[in-house]
């Protein structure tokens, strides 16, 4: 069974950057697409990134294209959100999560099709 536990979150102002991690242990993470996740007061969860298990591949939602990179380093069972260009409304709670399904050559953005989740970290951006 794997855990996966994040790091990094906190309170930054609008325009600022932070460094999300997510460490994996238990279990390898290498051979499963991972994703981020965010849940605001009052929201539902929504997908944020994701990245295949090689890293061939990621994917953004529409809201952080272009601000969120995600990347992986499989040797040390972790994965990363760098967020720059911060804006209040990325205001939430931030989970990781590994898929359901290895070596996929695509990324969900469904919650339903990962089967493992950390606590969250919460990231405040204030304006």
């Known amino acids: 069974q794997v855990t996966l536990v994040e790091a990094g979150g906190g309170l930054v102002q609008a325009g600022g950057s932070l460094r999300l991690s997510c460490a994996a242990s238990g279990r390898t993470i290498s051979s499963y697409a991972m994703g981020w996740f965010r849940q605001a007061p009052g929201k539902e969860r929504e997908f944020v990134a994701g990245?295949?298990?090689?890293?061939?591949?990621?994917r953004f939602a529409d809201s952080v294209q272009g601000r969120f990179t995600i990347s992986r380093d499989n040797a040390k069972n972790m994965v990363y959100l760098q967020m720059n260009s911060l804006k209040p409304e990325d205001t939430a709670v931030y989970y990781c999560?590994?898929?359901?399904?290895?070596?996929?050559?695509?990324?969900?953005?469904?919650?339903?099709?990962?089967?493992?989740w950390g606590q969250g970290t919460q990231v405040t951006v204030s304006s």
């Open positions: 999560a590994r898929t359901r399904t290895q070596f996929g050559i695509l990324v969900s953005d469904t919650g339903g099709d990962y089967d493992a």
């Open positions: 990245i295949t298990w090689n890293g061939g591949w990621t």
